[in-house]
């Protein structure tokens, strides 16, 4: 079973949400952390895919503010064993949705955040070039939380209506673009409950 956390975070799937996102890539009412580590999307390139991962730092601690600090390049490597491996790594992700379902946003989902890696959807690879990635602050094997699947449903259904091109289909996870490399979000993730919400509509997130 999940942990029973409350949502700290109502997504807004309004018209005028839908048409804001299109224009800004900013979600509404997500903590904007802004990263450096993005760039322009490719010409032509269409976003079509949505990609689930997971992270916590150190692994499988959750709460502190180190995740944000890893995706701005503020990570300290002395602060940590863990640390040390990663402090230079420069990735991002477009948004993280923590245990409580508080909602932060790093890269604008207009822009190309560098969170899959090398990876390919179905024949065509470099994901990030067509994909908007987020993170849900767990581990393979440990139960997210009931707020983090409402979260999650919701700012899928706002992507949804916004790039259409993102279909039910066209939702995974990050091991399954790329496999052997990557395990995330792990077999702990609840793929039926999260398509039950997401097809029902969760919240204000009405789904149609």
């Known amino acids: 079973m999940s942990e029973t956390i ?11 949400a839908v048409a804001g996102l ?3 890539g900013r979600v509404a009412g997500a903590r904007w952390c802004p990263s450096p580590n993005f760039g322009k999307r490719p010409e032509g390139a269409a976003i079509s895919l949505l990609v689930v991962h997971n992270i ?4 499988g601690q959750f709460g502190g503010d180190a995740i944000e600090r890893f995706f701005c390049n503020q990570l300290s490597p ?3 064993p863990y640390f040390e491996t990663i402090a230079d790594m420069k990735v991002s992700s477009h948004l993280l949705i923590r245990r409580d379902g508080e909602c932060l946003q790093f890269v604008s989902l207009l822009e190309r955040a560098w969170h899959a890696g090398r990876s390919c959807f179905q024949g065509l ?3 990030n070039d067509y994909s908007i990635g987020i993170e849900l602050e767990g581990a393979d094997d440990i139960p997210y939380t009931a707020a983090q699947y409402e979260v999650l449903a919701d700012v899928s259904a706002l992507i949804m209506k916004s790039w259409p091109a993102i279909t039910p289909e066209r939702i995974t996870g990050h091991s399954d673009i790329a496999p052997g490399r990557k395990t995330d979000p792990g ?7 999260y398509r039950q919400l997401l097809g029902t509509g969760h919240g204000n997130g009405a789904a149609n």
């Open 125 to 127: 690879e470099e994901c």
């Open 56 to 59: 916590s730092l150190p692994p």
């Open 22 to 24: 299109r224009t800004t």
């Open 78 to 80: 002395s602060e940590h």
């Open 6 to 16: 409350p949502s700290r975070n109502t997504i807004d799937l309004s018209p005028p």
């Open 187 to 193: 077999p702990a993730f609840d793929w039926p409950r």
